[in-house]
């Protein structure tokens, strides 16, 4: 029982995350599906971890509406390979995604360190 | 390392995403794969377990789930079609992209196309839309289908029938409204011309008598101010309140609020205005406006002498009744026949003599459904409207046989890509379907732009009906039924001009088109075969229209040069009415005597006369006549009251005996003329000088004897339609009581309009009182004619249309044939054959087709003509001479387009054909 609620727990907090990571990550330079999925895997420590059926349709879906774009480009002795970037509104959700999560976070720290004390 | 692009673009075909995205993604996902393998191989991962870890990537199908509300699936392509998987419509958008876009392409082919369609959509759209307007559209108040109306069945009516036909005496009114259950509200109203004037030229307005309960009736609200009621009307009311109209508020108030209060004068007489109606209420009477309502106890104190209100011999009344809760039209028929029998005993006019009273007695009661109003214009427009619907229903099957022919052209031209099309695996249900939707965009643009022009259309019809004197007021606008009928003819068009032409174009064989060198595969000669049908069925339908139009315009010039016994143009026709003078009516007689004197002395006058019956206005004057010396009794005989020189005035021959002269007098012995008909028809065409005949009198009145001082020639009497009946003239003087106005007619050499200005100074000089109308009696004549002109004037055009589009028709159908054949043609020649030969085989071919033509547009008029028998006048609905001038016309159009054709095929160069093949 204890081993399922933690898988559900934790899928459901990567699903409310996702987004957030794949703004950030993309905030100061363009990247590539394989390097976004690549970064979240290293910098969380194998933690979170993406496969392809469920990375790329949130790519796509943040591309619908509007938050990045993505753009293939060929670069000298590379393949070709599809760069994303975020757009002015993909600017405004990331601000306002990342504030929400810290103010998130801190209440959540804030209830469960109280249980703790 | 496996191929992960095949895996991802099997997983993605179930999306049916375009060709362009589903690359795009399967390239994306197909490198992640791959770095995903070389990360794993360079981890040391063995083969085997790394291609297990890549493929668990793609998550068993979860993909293509987490996908399908992402990435919109592409709109289906054209060409290539699949129908096991194929939804009826998917895919419409494409289609009617493509067509917009094959239309630009050829602007020149779309421009012809919509515009003979929106014309032929637009004159039958128009023609319905008056008939709509006529016929069908029911009247704006509330709960139309609960009104009837009342109508009284009946054979001859002895007395005065006004204002067009109308059903009941004042008596008869008040014995219905007290006797009826049926119906929970019933009013009576009539019509009315009043005058605004005081003295002089009249100025008139259209208005209504209406009983109390006419608008609670009708379920009318006011616009502003209040409507009639029952307390409006009862017995002696005198001069008191009116309703105005809408537009007549608009109008003579400018639409002020302080109209209401406000004084209005009719004949003379002040009435307060109390309210007025809503803009959307017109009235009973379908093309026809009013403008004042009075209530019908104010008759008689506008009409002090002869008042209609007291007279059961006047029928001047219609009513309309609303269906009580419960009751059905068959129920309240019912009602209305088992109390008629009461009713008209209790309304039995007392002057009848016995025969009369029998036949008055025999009359009955019946409601009819007044959901659509009255209409004097529907009785009279209906058939003409139905014959130029079917008319212009021919203009455009006409017009679609040509665009029938325009469009198989342009599949010829088409066939390389249709057949590459479907070479490449597109379903032939697939294509007719896409050629399909370029038929309906055509249509539907055709019918859009037909609508605007119906609008137009119907307006210029309108002002074409209507006259000055008896202007038309029919509010025209595309309702519901109007927008159904024009989308469902714009559908027949395309089945018409469409179906057959997709059907070919799709039914060819690729591959037997593709090795044909840009020559088609039409070529052939049995594909000509729905040409040359096309060829028949233009010719035939021009031929139809083409005899309409010569009938239809023979009617009416017959009509314009009928002998109608008298000569028409020159004459002014003049009305004094002096009732405001208020001369007793012992004198009226000398006054009126001295007022033709002083129109005749009048200048510019060349001679005058006065006449009760103005002839060929409609008015008529019919009276019952013993003949004691032929033994003849209660013979039915039409009247006229007229001075001397009425028939100098109007050159009406006098064949024999005397004119009526001032020697007749009321003390005098009472004189008559009489015409031709009447010598023949009651005295055998013997000389009846000097015999005698009686009218009868009321009940208990000896009957008054006339003796015949002369003969004229025969004339027509109320219509120009009517042939000469029995006539009798008598004099306007021999009477008691010569009534309060003088109604003259004037000859003048010059225009007769121009002698108004003098009469008017005749009349002021007399009295100011006086109040004058004039119009002219030729004008008036050709104003009874309009119907007839309607139909002359249009299908004169539509005739005209019929032979161009013919002339074009066969043209380019001849001319495509030939062009088709010019091979064969060609071979002939350098065979030998002369040129003259290879010009008589497209000849005889031609005159073949157009005599088919011919032989069944023949038939067909033949049967139509007679259908529309009642339209004609003095003209036989098979008509040799007119299916001889119309055969022969059109066979010369036709041989004159197929001229050209022939003699191209004829100058063919047989080298360059034979190069060519």
Known sequence: MKYIGARLFERELKKGSAELLILSLIERRPRHGYEISKLIEQRSEGLLKFNVASFYPLLYRLEKRGFITGRWVEKEGQRRRRYYQLTAQGKKVLKDQRSCWADFVLAINRITEDEHA | ?917
């Open chain 2, 1 to 917: 390392m496996p191929d992960w692009s095949k895996e991802i673009h099997a997983a993605l075909e179930r999306l049916n995403l375009s060709v362009a995205q589903e690359a795009s993604v399967a390239d994306e996902l197909t490198q992640h794969l791959e770095d995903r393998y070389d990360e794993l191989r360079r981890e040391g991962v063995d083969e085997a377990e790394a291609i297990r870890l890549v493929r668990s990537e793609l998550g068993d199908g979860r993909l293509v789930a987490e996908l399908k509300g992402i990435l919109a699936p592409a709109s289906e392509s054209i060409s290539p079609g699949n129908d096991k998987r194929e939804r009826p419509f998917a895919g419409l958008g494409n289609d009617l992209r493509y067509a917009i876009r094959m239309l630009r392409l050829n602007p020149g082919f779309a421009a012809v196309a919509i515009l003979s369609l929106a014309l032929g959509i637009g004159a039958n759209t128009a023609i319905f839309e008056l008939l709509d307007a006529v016929l069908l559209r029911t009247l704006p108040v509330q709960a139309p289908q609960r009104l009837a109306n009342i109508e009284e069945i009946h054979d001859d009516r002895i007395g005065s029938t006004v204002a067009r036909q109308k059903n009941f005496s004042f008596a008869l009114w008040q014995q219905i409204q007290q006797q009826q259950k049926g119906f929970s509200r019933t009013a009576a109203w009539s019509t009315e011309r009043f005058d605004l004037g005081q003295g002089g030229e009249a100025r008139y307005v259209d208005g209504m008598w209406v009983s109390g309960g006419f608008f609670h009736t009708l379920g009318i609200q006011p616009s502003t101010g209040r409507l009639l009621t029952e307390s409006d009307d009862y017995r002696g009311c005198g001069i008191r309140a009116v309703v105005i109209s809408y537009p007549f508020w608009q109008r003579a108030f400018g639409g002020r609020t302080d109209a209401v209060g406000s004084k209005l004068s009719l004949d003379g007489h002040p009435f307060e205005v109390v309210g007025v109606t809503p803009a959307s209420f017109y009235g009973l009477e379908i093309g026809h406006n009013f403008d004042v309502a009075v209530p019908l106890c104010s008759e008689p104190a506008i009409r002090p002498e002869g008042s209609w209100t007291a007279d059961t011999t006047t029928w001047w009344l219609d009513v309309i009744a609303r269906l009580d809760d419960g009751w059905t039209l068959q129920k309240a028929n019912a009602q209305l026949s088992s109390i008629a029998p009461g009713i008209f005993a209790a309304t039995l006019p007392a002057g009848y003599d016995a025969a009369a009273r029998k036949n008055y007695l025999r009359f009955s009661l019946k409601a009819e459904s007044a959901a659509t109003g009255v209409s004097e214009l529907r009785a009279h427009y209906a058939d003409p409207l139905r014959a130029l619907l079917a008319i212009s229903a021919l203009v455009l099957l006409l017009a679609c046989t040509n665009l029938a022919n325009l469009m198989l052209a342009r599949a010829g031209a088409r066939q390389r890509e249709i057949a590459l099309r479907l070479a490449l695996g597109a379903s032939q249900r697939r294509l007719l379907r896409q050629l399909l939707t370029e038929n309906i965009l055509l249509a539907m643009v055709g019918a859009t732009v037909g609508l605007t022009l119906a609008q137009i259309l119907g307006r210029v019809l309108i002002a074409f009906i209507g006259n000055a004197e008896d202007p038309i007021f029919l509010p025209l606008y595309p309702d519901l039924r109007v927008l159904l009928f024009t989308i469902g003819i714009a559908l027949l068009t395309c089945l018409f001009f469409g179906v057959a032409p997709a059907l070919r174009a799709v039914r060819v064989d690729p591959g037997t088109v593709m090795k044909m060198n840009g020559r088609g595969i039409m070529a052939g000669r049995q594909h000509f075969l729905l040409r040359r049908g096309l060829i028949v069925s233009q010719v035939a339908l021009s031929l139809v229209l083409l005899v309409a139009a010569l009938l239809f315009i023979q009617t009416f010039r017959n009509l314009l040069t009928v002998n109608a016994g008298f000569r028409q143009d020159g004459v002014l026709v003049a009305d004094f009415d002096f009732s405001p003078l208020h001369i007793r009516p012992s004198n009226r007689a000398e006054y009126k005597r001295k007022l033709l004197a002083d129109v005749k002395s009048t200048p510019g006058v060349l001679s005058a006369a006065e006449t009760t019956i103005v002839p060929l206005n409609g008015d008529g004057w019919n009276e019952f006549i013993d003949i004691p010396d032929r033994g003849l009794s209660r013979q039915l005989v039409y009247f006229s009251a007229v001075s001397s020189g009425y028939f100098q005035t109007l050159q009406i021959h006098m064949l024999a005996g005397r004119d009526l002269n001032d020697g007749d007098t009321a003390t005098s012995p009472h004189v008559a003329i009489v015409n031709e008909q009447f010598a023949h028809a009651y005295f055998e065409d013997k000389n009846p000088i000097g015999k005698t005949f009686e009218i009868r009198q009321d009940r208990g009145k000896p009957n008054r004897i006339y003796r015949i001082v002369g003969i004229v020639g025969n004339t027509r009497y109320r219509d120009i339609h009517d042939v000469p009946t029995p006539l009798i003239f008598v004099s306007p003087y021999q009477t008691d009581d010569a009534g309060t106005d003088s109604t003259f007619v004037v000859r003048s050499e010059e225009d007769p309009a121009s002698l108004i200005p003098s009469l008017k100074n005749t009349a002021a000089r007399n009295s100011p009182q006086i109040v004058l109308t004039f119009s002219v009696l030729r004008t008036s004549v050709l104003q009874g004619l309009t119907r007839e002109r309607l139909m002359a004037t249009l299908s004169g055009v539509y005739g005209t249309l019929a032979a161009i589009l013919a002339m074009v028709g066969v043209y380019g159908i001849m001319s495509y044939m030939v062009i088709r054949r010019s091979n064969e043609m060609g071979l002939r020649i350098a065979l030998g054959a002369q040129r003259m030969s290879v010009l008589g085989i497209i000849l005889r071919e031609a005159t073949g087709l157009v005599a088919g033509g011919l032989i069944a547009g023949t038939a067909i008029a033949i049967a139509s003509a007679r259908s529309a028998r009642a339209l004609l006048y003095g003209i036989n609905p098979v008509d040799p001479m007119t299916l001889v001038v119309a055969t022969t016309a059109l066979l010369i159009i036709a041989m004159a387009a197929s001229l050209l054709p022939a003699i191209r095929a004829a100058s063919v160069n047989p080298i360059q054909v034979l190069r060519e093949e």
